[in-house]
T-cell receptor, first 114, second 111 residues
Framework: EAGVVQSPRYKIIEKKQPVAFWCNPI?????LYWYRQNLGQGPELLIR????????DSQLPKDRFSAERLKGVDSTLKIQPAELGDSAVYLC????????????FGPGTRLTVT | GQQLNQSPQSMFIQEGEDVSMNCTSS?????WLWYKQDPGEGPVLLIA?????ELTSNGRLTAQFGITRKDSFLNISASIPSDVGIYFC???????????FGKGTKLSVKP
């Protein structure tokens, strides 16, 4: 069984530029999460989807961050415009409905904003 | 955002040694989980605990859900080189499944 797939693995951009990250969850996992992990910290939830519905986006900085999961499968997280403080690893995770505590993470996208 | 308190922040191990780490919170959690993260990878779920007082093992790993619901412990017996990495605890309160992570305990091999 394939794991959570994320791309790109690394991205370097200048501040004020836009950037997008893509995630394909494990097949059959209806719940999808985006996390941000700063250096030396644990992951922090940005947004959680149940199928195509964003059920918790309370921690998503909506002035510059947006996400979508149009068909309830893969998802895209976008930042526009990026700021220096957005440098971090962006992790995607997925879980089966009803087993939302058992989340499986992708390898992450390491974003560097210069 | 809120994070759990993990200790120690880092530790060095020698092959064969037993390792202990813990995670504490000022508030109650209904579920505790332990993850391991290797460099350049996402966290991997090791153990999930669902009941206060529960003791669960996964090979050489044993974790306990504290009776107060405010802490959890992870023990690794007879450590091996591949145990190095960062261990994160995570807690969840309700049925929504939103996890709150600690800052991690970094396990390294003694020089």
């Amino acid at each position: 069984e394939a794991g959570v797939v994320q791309s790109p693995r690394y991205k370097i951009i200048e501040k004020k530029q836009p950037v997008a990250f893509w995630c394909n969850p494990i097949s059959g996992h209806n719940t999808l999460y985006w996390y941000r992990q700063n250096l030396g910290q644990g992951p922090e939830l940005l947004i959680r989807y149940e199928n195509e519905e964003a059920v918790d986006d309370s921690q998503l900085p909506k002035d510059r961050f947006s996400a979508e999961r149009l068909k309830g499968v893969d998802s895209t997280l976008k930042i526009q415009p990026a700021e220096l403080g957005d440098s971090a690893v962006y992790l995607c995770a997925s879980s089966k409905t009803g087993r939302s505590y058992e989340q499986y993470f992708g390898p992450g996208t390491r974003l560097t904003v210069t | 955002g809120q994070q759990l308190n993990q200790s120690p922040q880092s530790m060095f191990i020698q092959e064969g040694e037993d390792v202990s780490m813990n995670c504490t919170s000022s508030s109650i959690f209904n579920t505790w989980l332990w993850y391991k993260q290797d460099p350049g990878e996402g966290p991997v779920l090791l153990i999930a605990l669902y009941k206060a007082g529960e003791l669960t093992s996964n090979g050489r790993l044993t974790a306990q859900f504290g009776i107060t619901r405010k802490d959890s412990f992870l023990n690794i017996s007879a450590s091996i080189p591949s145990d190095v990495g960062i261990y994160f605890c995570a807690g969840a309160r309700g049925s929504q499944g939103n996890l709150i992570f600690g800052k991690g305990t970094k396990l390294s091999v003694k020089p």
